[in-house]
């Protein structure tokens, strides 16, 4: 059992279904889970208590929100020494135009690189195109963005793509490597003290 902790970014909200089942698939493998949003978390929060990390953000405009990247900069040496994953959301990994899906690779790189950062597990999700959720300038340009790539343009529906096998799956293999990595780390200490006391 891991303690772990989940902070995530999100605009319309699709980040957060998202954590949401990360944290229910955890807590059903006897993990101790606790869950913040970025924009909401205490600047003051003891990160030493934790285990594990895993932070989750949304794209919109080209970029991650603010006050993901902010809580990510801040902690990034936390972070570095911390069992960790990172998850991106974005709808570009749904086309067919490998451009695209590699410019959405990219965000996720970038990001990655700019904290030096090197989570042990990485992985992107598709979100949503929650029209009713939108103010009519963003519906306008969402519509026409779905409408390129062959998406649902119909404004008086809201659409989630997310493949939630996908998200069960994360939390799976992310918390099986917790718990191999707990077994590995207490067959070293045995290991050890039978070396000492020889």
Not at 23 to 33: G, I, L, N
Not at 88 to 101: A, F, P, Q, T
Not at 146 to 170: I, L, P, Q, R
Request: overall charge positive; proline content about 2%; glycine content about 6%.
């Amino acid at each position: 059992m891991a303690q772990i902790l989940i902070v995530f970014g999100t605009t319309q909200g699709q980040t957060r279904k998202i954590a949401e089942v990360i944290a229910e698939e955890m807590r059903s493998m006897q993990h101790v889970v606790d869950f913040f949003e970025s924009s909401l978390i205490s600047p003051n929060i003891n990160l030493e208590k934790y285990d594990a990390i895993v932070v989750g953000a949304s794209v919109h405009a080209g970029g991650y929100q603010k006050s993901i990247k902010n809580w990510v900069k801040k902690n990034a040496f936390a972070l570095r020494n911390k069992k960790a994953a990172f998850f991106s959301v974005c709808l570009g990994i749904l086309e067919n135009d490998e451009k695209v899906r590699s410019k959405e690779r990219k965000y996720v790189q970038d990001f990655l690189l700019e904290n030096n950062w090197k989570p042990q597990k990485t992985a992107m999700f598709a979100g949503a195109l929650p029209y009713s959720k939108y103010n009519w300038l963003v519906k306008y340009w969402m519509k026409r963005i779905s409408k390129k790539a062959g998406g649902d343009t119909d404004t008086s529906h809201d659409y989630e793509y997310t493949n939630w096998n996908e998200v069960g799956n994360f939390a799976l293999e992310f918390s099986q490597l917790l718990i191999n990595s707990t077994l590995l780390d207490h067959q070293s200490r045995v290991g050890e003290d039978h070396l000492l006391k020889t």
